[in-house]
């Protein structure tokens, strides 16, 4: 179903419990709602079922976190399941982190984000194809964040950068070959006045997701105008995440790619 382990051992354990009559149906209800849940000191309590359940990895959020809890945490996922993903990581949370035995880190600077395999990883059944487009060259970092997320969810991902509403001749080529591939949704990440989402949105028939960046002059260049301008649309189809929400933008796609692709 996924990359990330599905807590098996410790259900089965709790089953064999209860069919040996040493848990009673209660106290194995209790011991559900904690099933996949691991405590890192006083910081962290991290749902390692997560993917079990929705098909989604929880992603560990390197904003805000020294690069020590960051690297507990990391390490703590990394016994449980056999990759891990990291977003808004800085250099420093970066170099915290060590590889598995056997394993690897792989580093997208640009995206900012860290993936952690270990070695006896297995990439997850490929399904389904997303297309991530990007208004200018200074939107693609947040726009990699969420073809990385697709692709670790195993969607394949078609990727056009460089191509806003200044130019949107630009957008023809690409919609077409997405189009072509089968892409069950869009991610069109944008900065500035965020006009592209609601450009594509009118030319495509699968859904679209808005991906509003902190791109951008004065007023509204932390991404606001961009939001906002996504959140007027008026074209239908067209839903949106906050600002520099790549990885929110990613999951959503790639659900709707793999539910739609099953």
Same mark, same amino acid.
């Not at 848990?23 to 993917?51: I, N, Q």
């Not at 359940?53 to 904003?63: L, M, N």
């Not at 023809?172 to 892409?183: H, T």
């Given at each position: 179903?996924?990359? =990330?382990?599905? +807590? &098996?051992?410790?259900?089965?354990?709790?089953?064999? &419990?209860?069919?040996?009559?040493?848990?009673?149906? &209660?106290?194995?209800?209790?011991?559900?709602?904690?099933?996949?849940?691991?405590?890192?000191?006083? =910081?962290?309590?991290?749902?390692?079922?997560?993917?079990?359940?929705?098909?989604?990895? @929880?992603?560990?959020?390197?904003?805000?976190?020294?690069? @020590?809890? =960051?690297?507990?945490?990391?390490?703590?996922?990394?016994?449980?399941?056999?990759?891990?993903?990291?977003?808004?990581?800085? &250099? @420093?949370?970066?170099?915290? %982190?060590?590889?598995?035995? *056997?394993?690897?880190?792989?580093?997208?600077?640009?995206?900012? !984000?860290?993936?952690?395999?270990?070695?006896?990883?297995? +990439? +997850?059944?490929?399904?389904?194809?997303?297309?991530?487009?990007?208004?200018?060259?200074?939107?693609? /970092?947040?726009?990699?964040?969420?073809?990385?997320?697709?692709?670790? !969810?195993?969607?394949? %991902?078609?990727?056009?950068?460089?191509?806003? %509403?200044? *130019?949107?001749?630009?957008?023809?080529?690409?919609?077409?070959?997405?189009?072509?591939?089968?892409?069950?949704? $869009?991610?069109?990440?944008? *900065?500035?006045?965020?006009?592209?989402?609601?450009?594509?949105?009118?030319?495509?028939?699968? +859904?679209?997701?808005?991906?509003?960046?902190?791109?951008?002059?004065?007023? /509204?260049?932390? /991404?606001?105008?961009? $939001? $906002?301008?996504?959140?007027?649309?008026?074209?239908? /189809?067209?839903?949106?995440?906050?600002?520099?929400?790549?990885?929110?933008?990613?999951?959503?796609?790639?659900?709707?790619?793999?539910?739609?692709?099953?």
């Amino acid at each position: 179903m996924n990359t =990330f382990d599905r +807590p &098996d051992d410790e259900l089965r354990a709790l089953l064999a &419990d209860v069919a040996a009559g040493r848990t009673t149906v &209660d106290e194995a209800a209790d011991g559900l709602a904690g099933l996949g849940l691991t405590s890192v000191g006083d =910081f962290a309590c991290l749902d390692a079922g997560r993917a079990h359940r929705k098909g989604v990895p @929880e992603i560990v959020f390197g904003a805000g976190k020294t690069a @020590e809890q =960051f690297a507990a945490i990391v390490a703590a996922f990394a016994a449980r399941a056999t990759a891990v993903v990291a977003s808004k990581v800085s &250099d @420093e949370q970066a170099g915290a %982190v060590s590889a598995p035995p *056997g394993g690897e880190l792989v580093w997208h600077e640009r995206a900012r !984000m860290l993936v952690v395999r270990r070695g006896d990883y297995r +990439p +997850p059944a490929p399904r389904g194809a997303v297309g991530v487009l990007a208004g200018g060259t200074s939107d693609t /970092g947040i726009a990699d964040e969420a073809a990385i997320v697709c692709r670790e !969810m195993g969607v394949e %991902v078609f990727t056009a950068y460089d191509v806003g %509403v200044a *130019g949107v001749h630009r957008l023809v080529a690409p919609l077409r070959e997405m189009s072509a591939a089968g892409a069950g949704a $869009l991610v069109v990440a944008a *900065g500035m006045e965020g006009a592209l989402p609601s450009v594509v949105c009118g030319l495509v028939d699968v +859904p679209v997701i808005g991906l509003p960046v902190s791109t951008g002059y004065g007023i /509204g260049g932390r /991404g606001e105008a961009a $939001l $906002l301008g996504m959140l007027q649309s008026c074209s239908p /189809g067209l839903a949106v995440v906050n600002i520099d929400n790549g990885v929110g933008a990613g999951v959503t796609a790639a659900l709707i790619a793999r539910r739609g692709a099953s």
